[in-house]
């Protein structure tokens, strides 16, 4: 399973970090996501990260401002955000890549609230 | 930018009817290995999104096989084949062609 913490209120132009802790499968085999989903709207990829964190990949809308990062020794998956604006305020998702060809998220968490609010 | 438009926005369905939605992309999603790399997921209220089928048409593990995704390049459908009271929530067709991905703006299931 996947458990995302680490959201909260935060004023914009802060920071806050999230993370991801993995289990029940091998999570250094795994590319790993952030997606999110804004108040009443659709979901929206954030960022990947492979295996071995030799690729990594941003949306326009966070890339300068996220960095994905992941601790394959103790199964943990991060989002760092610094310069948050109130448009990041989003439940956001940490989402396993599937084995196959890793194109599908076969495996959500249940997702943290981040709210960016002054 | 590929571009996803899902239709329709929302979909009122009867129970034990059929359903189906359109997800169609600005540019083709047909891979060289000859698969279309375009997924589908049900988000049910208050829940996190799940895979319903990867690649176009595969249907992803647990999946009744009443859901069933087919098209290939630039236009792609979901259907139901009879939808149940469990089948309500929001829809999202995906591309997972580029390296950035990017989602439909989803398809709203309700019951009548």
Known sequence: QLVESGGGLVKPGGSLRLSCAASGFTFSHYNMDWVRQAPGKGLEWVSSITDTSVYIYYADSVRGRFTISRDNAKNLLYLQMNGLRVEDTAVYYCARDGAELGTEFDLWGQGTLVTVSS | ?112
């Open chain 2, 1 to 112: 930018d590929i571009v996803l438009t899902q239709s329709p926005l929302s979909l009122p369905v009867t129970p034990g009817e059929p359903a189906s939605i359109s997800c169609r992309s600005s540019q083709s999603l047909l891979h060289s290995n000859g698969y279309n790399y375009l997924d589908w997921y049900l988000q049910r209220p208050g829940q996190s999104p799940q895979l319903l089928i990867y690649l176009g048409s595969k249907r992803a593990s647990g999946v009744p096989d009443r859901f069933t995704g087919s098209g290939s390049g630039t236009d792609f459908t979901l259907k139901i084949s009879r939808v149940e009271a469990e089948d309500v929530g929001n829809y999202y067709c995906i591309q997972v062609l580029e390296t950035l991905p990017s989602f439909g703006g989803g398809t709203k299931v309700e019951i009548k």
